[in-house]
């Protein structure tokens, strides 16, 4: 299996050489390589992020570097395609048995993003052609997508035929769902308003920040209900007002 990673921090998958991924490399039963987001930035400061459209705290990862690092993996072997993982705390869960279906893949590329998020129109642009994955670890937020990837390489490379000494069956433990009371982040943006013909959408330019609001909220919705429909059933049914019931 051959496994890349876009990151501004690669030093973080340093415990990818040791201990049983690092023999599974060794042994050439995975293969690791890692990119530098930075090297695809064209200005002296070697950006990667910017304000959010629509206002709101932090920053998000811009959709050019992230454009060009992914296209330059792909030109690594043009006959293929990698499978696409995007981890972020507004993904579908990791469970063991998603682990089990990316341990059949022979290509994966993970885009750990830092700060807010990556511009989602990266994963629109790359949605249309290859399959891609937003998937979470777990309903907590981390500082950035680095650590998730390492968890997920983890539990895929563990999987892979002759890696575990013993043929171990790797068995789903089964534990009590977790009382998820918030949604799933919706859609992010950052300059520039159109890249490859997707434009941003009008309302977060609007600077109406009721509409804005409202907006997200219906985002959220729709996100929620496509990646953890069970945390809307979940849901107290008092904290949705009837423009939300109606979506
Ligand atoms: N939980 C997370 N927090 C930040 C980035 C990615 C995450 N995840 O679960 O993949």
């Known amino acids: 299996m051959r496994v890349d990673v876009i990151s501004i921090f690669p030093e973080y998958f340093a415990p990818l050489e040791v201990s049983l991924i690092g023999k599974a490399r060794e042994r050439g039963i995975l293969e690791v390589h890692l990119h530098q987001l930075r090297d695809w930035t064209h200005d002296v400061h070697r950006t990667v992020d910017d304000t959010p459209y629509?206002?709101?705290?932090?920053?998000?990862?811009?959709?050019?570097?992230?454009?060009?690092?992914?296209?330059?993996?792909?030109?690594?072997?043009?006959?293929?395609?990698?499978?696409?993982?995007?981890?972020?705390?507004?993904?579908?869960?990791?469970?063991?048995?998603?682990?089990?279906?990316?341990?059949?893949?022979?290509?994966?590329?993970?885009?750990?993003?830092?700060?807010?998020g990556i511009d989602s129109r990266v994963m629109a642009e790359y949605g249309a052609r290859l399959r891609v994955d937003e998937v979470s670890i777990g309903d907590y937020v981390l500082a950035g997508g680095e650590v998730a990837v390492l968890v997920m390489v983890e539990a895929i490379g563990r999987l892979l035929p002759g890696v575990l000494g013993n043929a171990c069956s790797a068995v789903d433990d089964s534990f009590a769902p977790g009382s998820m009371e918030n949604l799933l982040e919706g859609p992010v943006y950052t300059k520039p308003p159109e890249w490859r013909g997707h434009e941003v959408p009008e309302v977060l330019l609007s600077g109406h920040h009721g509409r804005i609001a409202r907006w997200r909220r219906d985002e959220a919705l729709r996100r929620t209900a496509k990646n953890r429909p069970e945390l809307l059933t979940a849901l107290d049914p008092a904290r949705l007002d009837k423009h939300d019931r109606r979506l």
């Open 54 to 116: 629509g206002g709101g705290p932090g920053m998000v990862m811009k959709p050019g570097p992230w454009g060009e690092a992914v296209d330059g993996v792909l030109a690594a072997d043009p006959a293929s395609a990698p499978r696409v993982i995007v981890p972020t705390p507004s993904g579908t869960p990791f469970t063991q048995k998603l682990a089990m279906e990316y341990a059949a893949e022979p290509w994966l590329l993970f885009t750990p993003a830092r700060y807010e």
